[in-house]
């Protein structure tokens, strides 16, 4: 089932347009990736889904992206109740200077979530359960949160996403600055996570996307190229330029 | 599709070590299979025991080639076209293996029984034999110049070697019942002609890899068996 459908999204920064009519079935529930050259659009894309580029002044998004037929791109969308159903996690895992706790509290704070001081505690600790960071920092949760390492900050930052129960996260290239075990534990996260939620990530590891995603959308100079079953991409991709990024033999 | 290189160059030289390593294997394997052959048509042992000696070395690329391809996937992470193209390069290489070694096994009977042989049988033998030499011919042809229909022709003309395989074996069959004191060699001939058609098979299989290769996809329909 289709979780977001974006039809013809054109985006211009200033006079510079970076997508070109992309258009798009994310499925609910499973795991799209997108892949492609840097400054192909993947972000500029994954922005548009929870109206991050709202932010950047120049930024100008036309189309229409449906999410469950509610229209993202409408003004009257009401941004902050988007932006909990949407979660994002980035490049960088950037917790707040605050406590660990305060971290994965601030979301469900700041939206209403929770009615006392017990459900909250338990709202954390579910998250980080979720976010498999719980048997690390239990007994530190008021420890602040950018004296963990990097790959528990992402763990953090994943479960401060989740904390909301989000219905889409949106992960902007979660591991690149992460090693091999740290990445595997996210991996294993997304693979937990998409029994509820639906997941896109944006990645320049093909392994990561092969390994993660049950779609892949390959972009490349702000169109979506191609886009189908993950393993189809990797195995035989129908588009020349797809194979050619993918296998290394790009410009 | 025709293929760019690899912006790495060392990847792109390692594939294609790796399919001249394969063509090398394919030559080495079909000179066996026409010594194995022409030892019988020229009456000339020696041929066969050149063939039994190669084997060696086709048994030594099979390795090598195992190697390259565990090296490839280890450290290169292929995908798409190089994914089959290694993938590919190991089954093919243990189907040639195997076609050496059927020749091998070829000469080895003949060494036993010489070459004074029933003439009827031999001629049904080379006959057959000089087809599956076509059939590896054309089959490794397919892979050195990507030909999906030349792999197709190889698919598709398997059924005639398995035909003749079953009349040439009656042949022999009702040969022995005339000519009892034959029964030493025309044992060992019966093997021998199996053996042409499981080289037939052999091929048959490097043409689906081949077409797999290309294309990604199947051969659709059954295989045809005679
Ligand atoms: N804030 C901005 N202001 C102006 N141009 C921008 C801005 N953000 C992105 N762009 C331009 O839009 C295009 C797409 O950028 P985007 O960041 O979406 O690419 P990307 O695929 O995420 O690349 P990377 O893999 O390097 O993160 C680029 O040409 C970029 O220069
Ligand atoms: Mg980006």
Not at chain 1, 227 to 239: A, L, S, V
Not at chain 2, 19 to 25: G, H, P
Request: proline share 3%; net charge negative.
């Amino acid at each position: 089932m289709s979780k977001i459908k974006a039809e013809n999204v054109n985006v211009y920064y200033g006079s510079k347009q970076a997508l070109f009519d992309v258009s798009i079935d994310i499925a609910e529930k499973e795991v799209t990736a997108l892949i492609g050259p840097s400054g192909c659009g993947k972000s500029t894309f994954l922005r548009c889904l929870n109206r991050m580029n709202d932010v950047i002044e120049i930024c100008r998004v036309e189309g229409s992206i449906k999410m469950d037929n509610l229209e993202l791109n409408s003004r009257k969308l009401d941004v902050v109740r988007l932006r909990e159903s949407v979660g994002m996690v980035f490049q960088k895992p950037n917790p707040f200077p605050k406590t660990i706790y305060e971290n994965v509290a601030y979301g469900p704070t700041i939206h209403g979530i929770a009615q006392s001081k017990e459900e909250m505690d338990q709202i954390v600790e579910t998250s980080l359960k979720k976010a498999a960071l719980w048997n690390e920092v239990k007994d530190r949760l008021d420890e602040i949160g950018t004296g963990l390492s990097g790959g528990q900050q992402q763990r953090l930052c994943i479960a401060r996403a989740i904390s909301v129960s989000p219905e889409v996260i949106l992960m902007d290239e979660p591991c690149s600055a992460l090693d091999p075990i740290a990445t595997a534990q996210i991996e294993e996260l997304i693979d937990d996570l998409k029994k509820e939620v639906t997941i896109v990530i944006v990645t320049h590891s093909m392994s990561q996307a092969a390994r993660v995603s049950q779609k892949t959308g390959f972009f490349h100079l702000g169109k979506l190229i191609e886009f189908g079953p993950t393993d189809k991409i990797f195995k035989n991709p129908d588009n020349q330029q797809t194979q050619d990024y993918i296998t290394g033999r790009f410009g | 599709m025709s293929e760019k290189p690899h912006i790495v160059k060392s990847y792109e030289e390692q594939l294609q070590l790796l399919k001249n390593t394969i063509v090398k294997m394919g030559t080495g394997v079909e000179k066996q299979l026409e010594n194995t052959i022409q030892s019988l048509v020229k009456k000339d042992i020696s041929l066969a025991e050149k063939s039994i000696k190669d084997d060696e070395l086709t048994d030594k690329y099979e390795i090598n080639i195992e190697e390259q391809v565990v090296n490839l996937i280890a450290l290169r992470q292929p995908m798409a076209i190089d994914l089959r193209e290694t993938v590919v390069a190991l089954k093919v290489s243990s189907d040639l293996e195997r076609i050496g070694d059927l020749s091998k096994n070829i000469s080895k009977r003949l060494t036993k029984i010489g070459t004074d042989l029933p003439n009827d049988i031999t001629k049904n033998f080379e006959i057959a034999g000089l087809k599956a030499s076509k059939q590896v011919n054309a089959v490794l042809n397919s892979y050195l110049h990507r030909a999906k229909d030349t792999a197709e022709n190889v698919w598709n003309s398997d059924e005639e070697i398995d035909q003749m395989t079953n009349s040439n074996m009656e042949a022999a069959v009702k040969h022995l019942e005339k000519n009892k004191n034959d029964i030493q060699k025309v044992t060992q001939l019966l093997f021998m002609l199996k053996n042409i058609e499981r080289i037939g098979d052999h091929a048959t299989n490097i043409a689906e890899q081949v077409y797999f290769l290309i294309t990604g996809d199947y051969l659709e329909g059954d295989r045809p068996k005679g």
